[in-house]
């Protein structure tokens, strides 16, 4: 028997990318969100991507699509 059930909005961009990188507005403050249903399979390229950006190294994967516009 369902006791209960939750709906939500999920993080979607309008061209369906995530948006991964530093926050233009704050310095020190990286974000990867908007991976819409993909969170889960996109983890491991995203949380790589993050990480060489943290170590001032240049990431595997271009970082333009996905970047935070100001």
């Known amino acids: ?24 507005e704050v310095s020190n403050v990286y974000v990867a969100a908007g991976h819409n249903m993909l969170g889960m ?14 170590n001032d190294q240049s990431p595997a994967i271009d970082p333009e699509p996905y970047r935070l516009s100001a």
């Open 1 to 24: 028997m369902v006791e209960e059930t939750w709906v939500g909005w999920r993080s979607m961009t309008p061209n369906g990318l995530p948006r991964v990188g530093p926050c233009p």
């Open 41 to 54: 399979s996109m983890a491991p390229a995203t949380g790589q991507m993050i990480a060489q950006m943290l």
